[in-house]
């Protein structure tokens, strides 16, 4: 490797947003794909340090991917939330890859994946759905686990009913099927695009907005805020505005009456806090067959980050749980 691209590789090591929640030295690897397109590297015969990274467009949406375990292993595909990154999910796939081969997605418009133009708005959220079960299809041969969180977890949600053979069982975190009507989507459309023109204007100040909602209250006052919103303002606010205009809960299409036709074990977590999830996880349940409802005490809209010991300890259980009927 020249002198300049290993001064590169070793800041990136240094200072990357995929280094979230653990540092890129103790794992003795990191890829950057500036300088590699699909790389593997293994330093030990423990599977963690076992990493794939990945650049992907598929059906014109892009794609970043990075899996952390042995290909062998049951496949957890994680779905992050607006503003986020697969990065995100880190955290929690350190403490599984012994036993899963965790899948961490970059959506579109968010860390690595960038837009090159601007997509089209109508179905595009259908489009990168159908990109996600490409995904799996090309280097899945059994079906997944899936875990999505907020944005994630619609897209994880409308994957799951769109492409049921795919996936063995599936946790939705904070997330719901979409808004019912036309017009509370048309509604939700403008919202979203004076939202996005406020990322564009003022990315950090919108950040700061953000985060004064109500369903971020138990997280402001964790001690991992300001690491969290540190890492938001790592991403491209022209990318993120693009990303809302096109994946935003008004352009998505409702998934409530496709609940009634489910057949994977589904559970959705919410947080004890966040109240109007609660209620939309409530509702949910009562239409879709094989679904529970578990709510975590004391968090809001971000439980998996509030408390990642309990969130640990209900997927385990919950994907190690033998079902004793089918759906």
């Given at each position: ?251 998505q299409r409702s998934q409530w009456e496709a609940l009634q ?15 109007r999830y609660v209620e939309i996880g409530h509702q949910m ?43």
């Open positions: 490797m020249p002198k300049s691209q290993f001064t590169k590789f070793f800041m990136i090591c240094q200072c990357s947003s995929f280094c979230k929640g653990v540092s890129a030295l103790n794992y003795g690897f990191y890829i950057d794909l500036a300088l590699f397109k699909t790389t593997t590297v293994k330093k030990s015969d423990n599977p963690c340090n076992l990493i794939h990274a990945m650049q992907k467009t598929l059906q014109e949406v892009p794609l970043h991917i990075v899996t952390i375990g042995e290909r062998t292993l049951p496949r957890i595909l994680f779905l992050h939330g607006f503003l986020g990154s697969g990065g995100d999910w880190l955290p929690v796939a350190r403490e599984l890859c012994n036993d899963f081969c965790c899948v961490m997605v970059d959506l579109p418009g968010h860390g690595k994946a960038g837009f090159r133009e601007a997509p089209p708005s109508d179905g595009f959220f259908e489009q990168t759905v159908d990109a996600l079960a490409e995904l799996l299809r090309l280097s899945a041969s059994s079906p997944s686990y899936l875990v999505g969180y907020s944005m994630g977890g619609r897209l994880a949600l409308a994957l799951l009913l769109r492409h049921p053979e795919l996936f063995t069982k599936a946790i939705i975190v904070s997330a719901s099927p979409g808004l019912r009507t036309n017009k509370e989507q048309s509604d939700r459309q403008v919202h979203d695009d004076r939202i996005a023109r406020k990322i564009e204007r003022n990315f950090e100040g919108f950040i700061e907005a953000w985060y004064d909602q109500p369903l971020f209250a138990t997280l402001k006052h964790h001690p991992i805020f300001k690491e969290v919103e540190s890492e938001r303002k790592i991403n491209d606010p022209r990318n993120l505005a693009l990303a809302l205009r096109v994946l935003g809960t008004g352009r036709h489910n057949r994977v074990p589904i559970r959705f977590f919410v947080g004890e806090k966040d109240e349940v009562k239409l879709c067959p094989g679904s529970d409802l578990e709510i975590f005490p004391h968090c809001g809209h971000t439980l998996q980050l509030e408390n990642k010991e309990l969130f640990l300890d209900r997927l385990r259980f919950f994907f190690n749980q033998q079902e004793e009927k089918q759906l």
